[in-house]
């Protein structure tokens, strides 16, 4: 089946930087849709980024000029890079993969039939 692990959060003070890293395995992963989702504590989850085969990127308005998604195929790894964090960028952050597209990546959760574990992102001011 398919595996997908993130890595890279921690904790970080307003205007830091992170990086993000979903190391896939499983399926072939330069061929399909790969996203960033988020989920703060009683909020729902919610996408911040995907990703085509091809590496064209969409990003949610929240976050648009700060982070930029990115991926390596012959390294099956896809990484997020975050820059000038805000307390509201605070969540657990999913890597998923949606392997019945390729192009045209979609923005609902629905799309996305495999997950990460998480991994926290904490941002203080």
């Not at 959060?9 to 992170?18: D, E, K, N, Y």
């Not at 929240?62 to 390294?75: E, L, M, Q, Y």
């Not at 597209?101 to 997950?115: E, H, N, P, Q």
Request: aromatic share 12%.
């Amino acid at each position: 089946q398919v595996q997908l692990v993130e890595s890279g959060g921690g904790s970080v003070q307003a205007g830091g930087s992170l990086r993000l890293s979903c190391a896939a395995s499983g399926y072939t992963y330069n061929r399909y849709c790969m996203g960033w989702f988020r989920q703060a504590p009683d909020k729902e989850r919610a996408i911040v980024s995907a990703i085509t085969s091809d590496g064209g990127g969409i990003y949610a308005e929240s976050v648009k000029g700060r982070f930029t998604i990115s991926r390596d195929n012959a390294d099956n790894t896809l990484y997020l890079q975050m820059n000038s964090l805000k307390p509201e960028d605070t969540a657990m952050y999913y890597c998923a993969a949606d392997t019945t597209r390729s192009f045209a990546c979609l923005w609902g959760t629905s799309s996305y039939k495999y997950w990460g574990q998480g991994t926290q992102v904490t941002v203080s001011s």
